[in-house]
């Protein structure tokens, strides 16, 4: 028989749900999983391919704070699916953090964020922008306490921090990564 959930038992229900499951393995043994709960999210690397620059924010992590202490984090801009498809939310997302107004978006995986502890899968895009596409200066949404600075980053240095492993948000390197194989033009010489 292959594994399944016997029972689960809610222990939060706040911004993520936190339940602890009985699951029943395939030996019929019984063992308890703990389950951060707060299902799909989108994330969108945008990249202007006439100046060779992405648009990436930083804004305060409890969870980076609790683990390395202060430090400088990076990320594309990203959040929790809400009611629309994921496109939507992603174009969304990117236009209250950064001001982008994107248009096509390019998929590139809908992935586990973290497979072992929480219910998270994420939809990944690229999508290319131009300069008049800048509506607003972003910044997050005040009414959720978002303090997001948007940096505009060069192509190349952005591929640099990635190798020498100065980009430390996963979801930001499965995107960058996917921006260099899919667009390798973008970070050699003058296009």
């Not at 100046?51 to 929790?80: C, M, N």
Request: zero cysteines.
């Amino acid at each position: 028989m292959a594994p399944r959930i016997g029972g689960v038992r809610l222990v939060h229900d706040g911004w993520a749900r936190y339940l602890v499951a009985e699951v029943m393995q395939e030996d019929g043994t019984r063992i308890t999983r703990e389950i951060e709960d707060h299902g799909r999210a989108v994330a969108v690397l945008p990249y202007d391919p006439d100046r060779r620059v992405a648009t990436l924010v930083s804004q305060f992590r409890a969870p980076v704070l609790y683990a390395s202490g202060p430090s400088s984090h990076l990320e594309v801009p990203a959040g929790l699916l809400d009611e629309g498809l994921p496109e939507d939310e992603a174009r969304r997302e990117a236009m209250e953090e950064t001001g982008l107004r994107l248009g096509q978006l390019d998929f590139v995986s809908s992935a586990w964020s973290m497979p072992g502890i929480s219910t998270e899968r994420m939809d990944l895009f690229l999508a290319a922008y131009r300069e008049a596409d800048r509506t607003g200066a972003g910044g997050g949404l005040a009414s959720e306490s978002e303090a997001v600075a948007v940096h505009e980053i060069p192509l190349p240095e952005l591929a640099a921090m990635g190798r020498r492993g100065a980009l430390t948000d996963m979801k930001s390197l499965v995107l960058l990564f996917a921006l260099q194989l899919r667009r390798p033009d973008l970070f050699t010489g003058a296009g």
